[in-house]
């Protein structure tokens, strides 16, 4: 499996593998333990071939040990198969995996904020990944503002299956800085700022002709949440901003609207734009020498010819229904379906002689409070 896909499949599974940890990290500690069971089915294709499937599943907990702790735990296991490219959408070449995951967290609360402490391990065949985070949150006497900040460090060891990438490795040191506030009884505001150091193998060794240079990134994230009392429903928009030293830069537009209904039922139909440039060191596709690969430009140090580096727009729609059964069981589905055009960037011209790009995903659970 490639790099680039395992780092798409990770980003496809972190709601998988973080259940519950936002409960963990709630600024009271949960007054009782829960379990949930979640189900993700991925997939995407290209018009002339499909191309890579996620079937996940992941078990996790929370539960309290005493007044001042509780503890998180989630188990993933996954198997992904298909096909994925060698450049741009050609010379796609089958390949399977299945990854294997635990992550823990454990907090400790004060009275005006908390302490998360966590862990992650990832294991696949040809790729090993060890991380751990510590985060911190800091209430004011109103409890209107929450403080919050976090860093994180990774360890990825990489052995490819065709051997071109052999004993070698990637760090990652991640630092987040947030806010939350209280504009209003219904209006809630949070704005989180994103860095990030990755530094050692950072190619593709699955793609031909790519060899990247060491990237920094930072993300700027607003969200905005409005109840409306009279529909009983609730507004959630966000907007982030990412950028790197490799001249990526997004844009991402969600909104999604929460609407309660009787019976304990709720649904949430969501939307999602986005649009980013292309790297720096990106190689357009081109129709000479077709079916080869284009060759790097003369002299180049970097250079990659793989599709999620290029320049293109994307929209995703979706919902999520959730029924409440009582107090102590919740049941929930998300289906969600997601498109992409080079000609669809928002700021600027696409990357030439791309395929059009769709996925879909659906994702049921059931949690369980005791």
């Known amino acids: 499996m490639t790099i680039s896909n395992k780092s798409h499949a990770k980003f496809l599974l972190a709601s998988l593998a973080l259940l519950n940890t936002q409960v963990c990290r709630a600024e009271d ?4 333990a829960s379990i949930a069971i979640k189900h993700l089915d991925y997939f995407d294709k290209q018009p002339d ?3 890579i499937r996620v079937k996940a599943t992941a078990i996790g907990i929370v539960a309290p040990i005493s007044p001042e702790w509780s503890m998180a735990a989630t188990a993933t296991t996954d198997g992904i198969s298909g096909a994925s490219p060698a450049f741009h959408n050609s010379a796609i070449t089958k390949m399977r995996d299945r990854r294997n995951a635990l992550d823990t967290a454990l907090t400790r609360y004060f009275g005006d904020g908390s302490v998360t402490l966590g862990s992650a391990y990832s294991h696949e065949s040809d790729y090993v990944s060890k991380a751990i985070t510590l985060q911190g949150t800091v209430n004011s006497d109103n409890r209107n503002t929450t403080w919050s900040a976090a860093v994180g460090l990774s360890f990825d060891n990489i052995n490819s299956n065709n051997r071109v990438a052999q004993d070698q490795s990637k760090h990652v040191t991640d630092f987040l800085f947030g806010v939350s506030q209280v504009l209003t009884p219904v209006d809630i505001v949070q704005l989180n700022l994103g860095l990030a150091n990755a530094t050692g193998y950072l190619s593709d060794p699955y793609k031909v ?4 240079p060491d990237r920094r990134s930072h993300t700027l994230t607003v969200r905005w949440n409005h109840h409306l009392d009279k529909l009983d429903a609730t507004t959630r928009f ?12 997004s844009h991402t537009f969600g909104l999604e609207y929460v609407q309660n209904l009787s019976g304990g039922w709720s649904v949430t139909p969501l939307v999602r734009l986005y649009s980013q440039s292309a790297a720096k060191f990106y190689v357009d596709a081109g129709p000479y020498g077709f079916p080869f690969p284009p060759n790097p430009p003369e002299g180049a140090i970097h250079f990659s010819e793989d599709q999620r580096l290029s320049a293109y727009g994307a929209h995703t729609i979706g919902f999520k229904i959730v029924k409440n059964l009582g107090d102590d069981w919740v049941l929930d589905f998300k289906y969600e379906k ?3 055009r080079s000609s669809w960037r928002l700021f600027g011209n696409g990357s030439p002689g791309l395929l059009p790009f769709s996925a879909r995903s659906f994702q049921i659970g059931v949690a369980h409070s005791f």
């Open 209 to 212: 002709f790519d060899n990247r």
């Open 49 to 51: 071939k499909d191309r």
């Open 238 to 249: 966000s907007y982030r901003y990412f950028g790197d030293d490799w001249s990526v830069k």
């Open 338 to 340: 997601y498109e992409q």
């Open 29 to 32: 500690p949960p007054e009782k």
